[in-house]
């Protein structure tokens, strides 16, 4: 029952703001946006205490099953998305952006919503795969319709550079599915853990090589990632928050979830890939936000190095790896719509977030969005104490002592490298600091500076990002422990 | 030769074919009206749509069979229509009534010469709902060329220059297509001595290998000639032609009823060398064929796609690509892969109808649109729409030739679609994802699913990995369409009044299309959250 409303609320008011949205008032739409993100929340929560499945037959001539379930993995990513479901809709009240009605836009963000939990709610693979799809057309219009109203060809083609690339991952996974199915001849995620380890290793590497392709796009792994800064810089704040908080998470839990726990002798094999390709990702991500002009983009870019240490944690293969990996998750999903909340209130009143551009201090002319940024880069760059360290040192850590037959000394040397990463983290979290926090002069006049101070439904939306930064960071134990038992129960399945 | 018949098997064609007469009957009686005709027609094919829904619920064990030979097996009856046949015969009788129903709008749409054009929709429905379920090899010849040549006499009919090419490109690809097919029937009736597509004889003749090369040569030269009706590579060329040259109700019965039809034809003749598995090299050469003409279409049809900018051209290469579609699970060679072929062919017929339904909301269309490059409007979001536009426009109202209705159909047309005419729009961004194959049209990525599954089953994953590219460039291509419909009408010519000015009586939605968009819509929706709704039907 929970599990229905949680992901039919959010669906079905999106579908109604999406096709009645020019017959709707803003307001009515907002408050019915807020609304049905709560109700989607308070499900979560209640969901969490009652652990309900639901498993109800689709397409019985074909086996598909509609079987939607909560376990300690998906738990933390299903609070995330519900809870950034209600910041997005609270956001909505303050900033709609031009380029369609208000309906539109937050019948959007709800389907996006209700497709990121419909995935992360699926105890089946083909269905998995089809709430997967889910989110692409509604984040596709929010992109290349809501986003940025001053590049009309530069909108078109992020929004078309994410479908498609987001489109070939998802068609390739879905090929290592039907294959893995037909192998396994079942498509329960719970069932699969144990039928598809028994698969001889060639069919495991295959299913393997398809699965991880096809999601390391949506993480995105380096060098599959050329569509994330396009797509960023150019969609408006709600929608780059939904982006970096909840669709690049569907990848890294897709990787958990699929290759990792079906097919763990392919995926072994194929690991040290991910791995190099997380590193390097890592260092890249890093390199670039070190030149980058556009603050969006930069952001963009660090979502690439932060995600680099989920894949290597991933990689690694062992309970510590893939507990690193998914107390990542939920760090980059509450810093990176942090950074995206304050860059994005930005962009809106400066018109663009050129960091060549010496701007008004912002500790002096918005303390509290001021405040804001230098947490989130602080977090970003790894501080102890904020979310992202956890992430990080944990990742780190476990690429020094990799489970099972992975090879040390390349482990080792990721490792190495994952460290050089994050001190790249720091430097270009620094510069940006330097450059918009402590900023250039302020002129004396007030009239001249142009007020970017973060105020009613933003500041509300700032301040919870804020806390949840914070919390996650001093007591990583409220994800690690929840966590925990299942990341033992699937790699306990996977011997 | 006693025969034991069955006539409520045989009732799906018996009652088209009976429409024909009565319509031909009525008009001799009352030559002035049509409308009574069109009425009549449209009866008979939702009687015979009934008629069919008892095969489509049945199970493939018990196939409804008719004309059998006394006293023996199931192989020996002439008519055999299982699930699936009956699911392709609905599909088509339904097709044909949707086409109907379309050219009822009264407007300049509508079919010239009422009665006539009945008697050839119905003849066609005859032929398609018969050759999907006919087991022997003249009868099933002669029901296809049924299927076939009336609607070369649709195009026609139109009596324009364009008609009249896109009437003899159809015309000649059809002959070049009969005369393969009749060199494959005897290259069969050679290599196994039945002319019944059944079982009977076949095994003989895949174990001898003098006879073996006839069988694999009739079964390659058979579904050749067949891909000429489905639209796919090597004999797509007259798609464009003739769906731009017809009238919007014409194309779309090109666009479904016939794709039904030749979708049954092909399943026909696979459905006996299913057996011949246990023979690798009979069945990976006619695997190997299926695969490659699939692959091709899809991925022509597709790249075609991202550059077209006329409305009826761009569906004509979405049903090459999606012939592909169809082709790519046959090539598993089994049954699983014949009920995906099914699945997937009705759900793109559905989608298409509306899509079909949506450029004949559009009314009478202007006059040349796509050889003038509309292209920029379309490639650049905010640019301004081209300024030949409005004085062609007038000058065709003046003129009120009815000349070229659908020629110039350009997809800018439909810019701001969904904001201005909800249903229109609406319904038509819901059957292109459909055809694309994203969710919210789930039934469309379902369909896909259904048809890849089959093939990666059996080992064939290559031909799946390659067809992931088409599903991309066709993503790309049907997101060129709904973009234009999301995207905020123009300024200076808003598009609630186009295609006529606010005043003309065109602005209104014809009834006719209103009413097809609407089921369809319906079906769409109803099916994309119970899919079992479709693959119930096909067993």
Redesign the interface.
């Given at each position: 029952m929970a599990l229905m409303v949680l992901v039919l609320v959010p669906a079905v008011l999106g579908g109604l703001l999406v096709t009645a949205g020019r017959f709707i008032q803003p307001q009515d739409a907002q408050r019915a946006g807020v609304a049905a993100a709560l109700v989607a929340l308070a499900a979560v929560v209640w969901a969490a205490f009652t652990d309900p499945v639901v498993d109800w037959a689709w397409l019985p001539d074909l086996g598909l099953r509609l079987h939607l379930g909560l376990d300690g993995i998906s738990l933390p990513l299903v609070l995330l998305t519900a809870l950034i479901g209600v910041l997005v809709t609270v956001h909505a009240c303050s900033e709609l952006p031009p380029g369609g009605s208000p309906a539109t836009f937050i019948g959007c963000l709800l389907l996006v919503e209700a497709g990121a939990l419909a995935t992360f709610c699926a105890r089946d693979a083909v269905l998995f795969f089809v709430a997967f799809e889910l989110v692409l057309v509604p984040m596709w219009v929010l992109i290349s319709r809501f986003g940025d109203p001053h590049d009309a060809r530069r909108r078109t083609e992020a929004g078309h550079r994410f479908i498609l690339y987001t489109a070939l991952g998802s068609t390739l996974m879905l090929i290592g599915i039907l294959l893995l199915v037909g192998a396994a001849h079942t498509s329960q995620l719970d069932e699969l853990v144990s039928a598809g380890a028994a698969l001889p290793a060639r069919t495991q590497l295959t299913i393997a090589v398809l699965l991880t392709v096809g999601l390391a796009v949506k993480v995105p792994v380096f060098p599959l990632h050329t569509w994330l800064p396009a797509a960023h810089t150019t969609a408006p704040t709600a929608g780059s928050v939904l982006l970096a908080a909840i669709l690049l998470k569907m990848g890294s839990y897709g990787l958990v979830r699929l290759p990792l726990a079906s097919v763990p002798d392919g995926f072994a094999v194929i690991a040290p890939a991910l791995g190099i390709a997380g590193a390097v990702g890592i260092i890249w991500g890093g390199l670039i936000c070190l030149v980058e002009r556009d603050l969006k983009r930069l952001i963009a870019y660090s979502s690439v190095a932060h995600m680099g240490f989920v894949a290597l944690g991933v990689a690694t293969g062992s309970q510590l790896g893939l507990q690193a990996a998914l107390i990542g998750n939920i760090a980059h999903g509450l810093v990176s719509a942090l950074l995206f909340v304050v860059v994005g209130g930005l962009k809106q009143r400066w018109g663009d977030v050129d960091l060549a551009v010496l701007r008004p201090a912002l500790r002096d002319t918005a303390p509290h969005r001021g405040f804001a940024l230098l947490l989130g880069l602080a977090a970003a760059l790894g501080v102890p104490g904020l979310a992202v360290f956890w992430g990080e040192f944990l990742a780190i850590v476990a690429s020094w002592t990799p489970g099972g037959e992975q090879p040390v000394a390349l482990f080792r040397t990721l490792a190495v490298l994952a460290a050089l990463g994050a001190v790249l983290g720091v430097a270009y979290c620094l510069r940006v600091a330097g450059r918009v926090w402590v900023g250039g002069p302020v002129p004396d006049e007030p009239s001249a500076v142009v007020d970017v101070e973060a105020r009613g439904a933003e500041r509300l939306v700032v301040t919870a990002l804020s806390v949840g930064v914070l919390v996650v960071g001093i007591v990583p134990a409220v994800v690690l422990d929840v966590t925990g038992p299942a990341v033992a129960a699937l790699l306990g399945g996977a011997q | 030769m006693n025969l034991t018949l069955d006539w409520l098997a045989l009732a799906p064609t018996l009652l088209p074919a009976a429409g024909v007469l009565v319509v031909l009957l009525l008009d001799a009686l009352l030559p002035a009206a049509s409308q009574p005709a069109r009425v009549v027609g449209l009866l008979l094919l939702l009687a015979g749509a009934t008629a069919a829904v008892p095969g489509a619920l049945g199970t493939s064990e018990r196939p409804a069979l008719s004309l059998c030979m006394p006293g023996a097996a199931d192989h020996a009856c002439l008519w055999s229509a299982g699930p699936a046949a009956s699911a392709l015969q609905l599909g088509i009788l339904g097709a044909c009534a949707a086409v109907l129903v379309l050219g009822l709008g009264g407007d300049g749409e509508s079919l010239r010469d009422g009665s006539v054009e009945v008697v050839l929709v119905l003849a066609a429905a005859t032929g398609g709902t018969g050759v999907v379920a006919a087991r022997d090899l003249p009868a099933w010849l002669v029901l296809l060329e049924l299927a076939t040549v009336p609607t070369v006499a649709l195009v026609a009919l139109r009596g324009n220059a364009r008609a009249a090419g896109g009437a003899l490109s159809l015309l000649t690809t059809s002959l070049v297509s009969f005369a393969f097919l009749v060199l494959g029937a005897a290259l069969w009736l050679l290599a196994t001595g039945s002319p019944v597509l059944g079982p009977v004889g076949l095994r003989d003749a895949a174990a001898d290998p003098v006879r073996r090369p006839l069988l694999l040569l009739s079964v390659v030269v058979l579904v050749t000639g067949l891909a000429f009706k489905l639209s796919a590579w090597p004999f797509h060329a007259w798609t464009p032609a003739a769906f731009t040259g017809a009238s919007t109700p014409i194309a779309a019965l090109l666009a479904t009823a016939s794709k039904l039809t030749a979708t049954g034809a092909v399943i026909v003749v696979l459905t006996p060398v299913i057996a011949l598995t246990g023979t690798p090299q009979v069945a990976h050469s006619i695997a190997a064929v299926l695969g490659g003409i699939a692959l091709v279409s899809m991925l022509l049809g597709s790249v075609v796609m991202l550059r077209v900018t006329d409305s009826v051209r761009f569906l004509a290469f979405s049903t090459i690509a999606q012939s592909g579609w169809v082709l790519l699970p046959l090539a598993a060679m089994n049954a699983a892969g014949h009920r995906a072929a099914v699945g997937y062919v009705l759900t793109y017929a559905i989608a298409t109808l509306v899509a079909f339904a949506a450029v004949a909301a559009l009314g009478p269309g202007e006059q040349a649109g796509e050889q003038a490059g509309w292209g920029i409007a379309e490639q650049?979001?905010?640019g301004p729409e081209p300024s030949g536009q409005a004085p062609l426009e007038e000058g065709h109202m003046a003129l009120g030739q009815g000349g070229s209705e659908s020629a110039g159909r350009p997809l800018a047309a439909f810019r701001g679609m969904l904001?201005a005419r909800?249903l229109v729009g609406?319904t038509l961004g819901l059957a292109l994802?459909v055809l694309a194959g994203?969710?919210?049209g789930?039934i469309g990525?379902?369909a896909k699913?259904?048809a890849?599954?089959p093939v990666?089953?059996v080992g064939l994953?290559p031909l799946?990995?390659v067809a992931?590219i088409a599903?991309?460039i066709g993503?790309?291509g049907y997101?060129r369409w709904v973009?234009i419909l999301?995207?905020?009408a123009p300024e200076s010519s808003p598009v609630g009044a186009r295609p006529g000015a606010p005043t003309s009586p065109r602005r209104d939605t014809p009834r006719g299309a209103v009413a097809v968009l609407g089921i369809g819509g319906v079906l769409l929706v109803a099916t994309s959250l119970?899919?079992?709704l479709l693959?119930?039907l096909?067993?």
């Open positions: - | 650049d979001q905010a904001r909800p609406g994802l994203l969710p919210p789930i990525l379902l699913v259904q890849l599954r990666i089953d994953w799946a990995v992931v599903v991309v993503i790309a997101l973009a999301v995207r905020p119970l899919p079992q693959w119930g096909i067993g």
